[in-house]
């Protein structure tokens, strides 16, 4: 284990912009350290591509990732952690590597365990395609909560919508009605946020599903990473963060305005 005034540089990746949440979330609970985020945006959506597909630019992506020094990697990406877990693991190792699927469903299970809903409230993963074709989340949600009802909900354009910047868009709007339609008539339960762009419409959600108590995983994944690193919390240092994209001229403007940083390609 390290020693207590090491500084790690932990790598956050996505194949956009929407692990950037992540990351927010992240140097928000662990300002001393150094991140690197990878956005594969030459490639992004990875939503809407096969698992062949994801699989391959998972693949290829862990092995660029693999030359930056990082002591840990976070897969901010739903997509990729549903359907490509293992090829970060098997490029990047021995680098621990965290996903969100894991973190998702134990944000949901506490919830449940600590009382904040009943054993028998509705639950809804919304994601992408890929994310909810994986089937990952109501698995594992069904067998850790056999009262519960749970329901995964794909929503396709969001992604686009919110890359264009219309995060407060009527357009965003009709969509999100449209997905959340079906169980506006349900008794308000659990919504998991579980692609890492939906935090920047987390608003949307609640307007769409009064009542529900809508879950973001970035928190959960703080805690794996505090369980794994307890020398994350120890250090004194001003961390800082790199970025690196497969694409740079694609980022979306609103993420940084007019002042960038420095966009490296990896």
């Known amino acids: 284990m390290a020693s207590s005034d090491r500084v790690l540089k932990l790598g ?42 994801i699989r391959l630019l998972s693949e290829s992506a862990g092995m660029r ?36 699927v894991e973190a998702g469903v134990a944000a949901i299970l506490d919830a449940f365990r600590l009382g904040f809903v009943e054993p028998s409230t509705p639950v809804i993963v919304f994601g992408t395609r890929a994310t909810v074709r994986s089937g990952v989340y109501g698995r594992l949600l069904r067998a850790a909560l056999p ?3 749970v329901f995964e909900q794909a929503c396709p354009l969001l992604v686009p919508i919110i890359e264009e910047g219309w995060k407060d868009h009527e357009i965003l ?23 890492t762009h939906y935090p920047w419409i987390r608003g949307a959600f609640e307007s769409a599903l009064p009542g529900w108590k809508i879950i973001d995983s970035a928190e959960a994944v703080c805690e ?11 250090t004194q240092n001003s961390g800082v963060t790199h970025w690196y994209f497969s694409d740079p001229e694609t980022v979306a403007p609103f993420i940084f305005g007019n002042s960038p940083p420095v966009l490296d390609t990896f």
């Open 173 to 195: 709007r009709t969509a999100l009605r449209e997905y959340a339609a079906a169980y506006q008539q349900l008794t308000p339960g659990v919504a998991l946020l579980g692609c």
């Open 224 to 234: 794996r990473l505090a369980e794994a690193f307890p020398e994350l919390l120890s």
């Open 147 to 149: 009262e519960a009802t």
């Open 65 to 100: 990732m693999a030359d930056y020094g990082l002591d840990a990697v976070v897969v901010a990406c739903n997509t990729a952690s549903s359907l490509a877990l293992p090829e970060f693991e098997k490029t990047l190792s021995p680098i621990p590597v965290f996903g969100m």
């Open 12 to 53: 956050v990746f996505d194949s956009g912009i929407g692990g950037i949440t992540v990351l927010e979330a992240l140097k928000r609970r662990f300002p001393e350290h150094d991140f690197a985020y990878f956005g594969d945006t030459l490639n992004v959506p990875y939503g809407t591509k096969s698992e062949t597909v």
